[in-house]
């Protein structure tokens, strides 16, 4: 019987019902993407900070202070004068800010203008004397009288301007021997030379060199020395008769044989010749201190002149 209760006995089940979640809207997403977007913007900010120039930040400052009075007026540091935007700070294609380039107190502005001017002036020297070159070997080639001594003409750009020398010839020299009186054909291209550097702007140094062979007194009377002094001096008349004016030269010197053309030859006719420097403004400046001077004649190791011996 007890057996037949059991088999009786009822099975229970119990079934557990799963319920969804409660319904919710979408509102984190809206904040999610407003705290992206805030993140972005701060980042952007910070970014503009740190490439933007303090000339540029004086301007926003200027600007947000007194914006009408920057906008009205303009005013140090407003950029309102050279920007589209009225008030705003300096063209953003700038490599550095307005106040900066501007500032006359700012070192690295001052060295970055001074750079920037010497580079134009170079390139303008560069190619003005490029000019000058080309025209004086057109005036040679062109003139019959200075075609036949185009080979004692040499033109040459150095790092201190153009170069002009006049060298000797053994079959032609350019002056009387143991003299400084100018030969015709000297004279002429001389005064060619000179109707050319007419218009130049550059200052002019001119230089007189002799070989090496010494006079019979030179130690106590006329030297090398005097006597390429007096040549030079020779040529700067004949480029002032051709129309150039006096106060463009800046130095008038004689060399003697200190700085000979071909030093294994010292003897050699090419080492006697007339130098004409049209300066760089660099050199110029070098020369002169950056000053302008009247012309200076100068004689290394002058002595008192007198009669010139024959050598």
Known sequence: MAT????????????VKKAGHAAHGGAWKIAYADFVTAMMAFFLLMWLLGSTSEG???????????????????GSGAGASDSVIQGGGADLTKVSGQNRTGDPNDPIARKAAADAMKAELARQDSRRLAALSDKISSVIANNPKLAEFKAQIRLEIT??????????????????VGSALVKVYMRDILREIGSALNGVENKISLDGHTDRSPYGSGERGYSNWE?????????????????MPDDKLARVTGMASSNLLEPDQPFAPVNRRISILVMTKEAEERLLGGKRTPVEIVTPAAQPAASAPGR
């Open 227 to 243: 006597l390429s002094s007096d040549r030079a001096n020779a040529s700067r008349r004949e480029l002032v008769a051709a129309g």
């Open 159 to 176: 790092p201190d301007g153009l170069q002009i020398q006049i060298v000797d010839d053994q079959n032609r020299p350019m002056f009387d």
């Open 56 to 74: 540029d930040k004086k301007g926003l400052s200027d600007y947000f202070s007194s914006p009408l009075k920057v906008s009205m007026l303009g």
């Open 4 to 15: 037949d209760a059991k088999k009786l006995q009822p099975i229970i089940i119990k079934r």
